[in-house]
């Protein structure tokens, strides 16, 4: 049986009500659905949400893999010169984007700020 996200987030949800802590809870998930099922790490983040009162089954913003919309135009970066370096390829596919500009200074080699 094929378990979502949405399955393993509530037995995680079920083991914290349970009273169990994140490690016995990825081995119990693991044991009963497949030694690959969860991640401890993965466990102890939901249980940290679980604690401050967020009970929501639902993705957080920002989280997961890059959508297959940005990994085709990554690779379509990297086609066009695959010699480059990773500063050259973010200045080419992450000129609008906010999250880099902290390292922006860095990589013009002054400290930031």
Not at 35 to 53: A, I, L, N, P, Y
Request: glycine share 6%; hydrophobic share 30%; with cysteine.
């Amino acid at each position: 049986m094929n378990m979502t996200k949405h399955d393993l987030r509530l037995l995680m949800l079920h083991e914290f009500k349970l009273g169990h802590n994140a490690s016995e809870a990825s081995a119990n998930i693991n044991r009963a659905w497949g030694e690959e099922s969860t991640r401890d790490r993965t466990v102890r983040r939901w249980f940290g949400k679980f604690r401050s009162g967020d009970e929501s089954l639902k993705d957080e913003e920002g989280r997961g893999r890059l959508s297959s919309f940005e990994n085709e135009q990554l690779h379509a970066v990297v086609e066009q010169n695959p010699r480059q370096s990773v500063r050259e390829m973010s200045d080419t596919w992450c000129q609008h984007c906010n999250s880099l500009a902290p390292f922006e200074d860095y990589w013009k080699g002054e400290k930031a700020r």
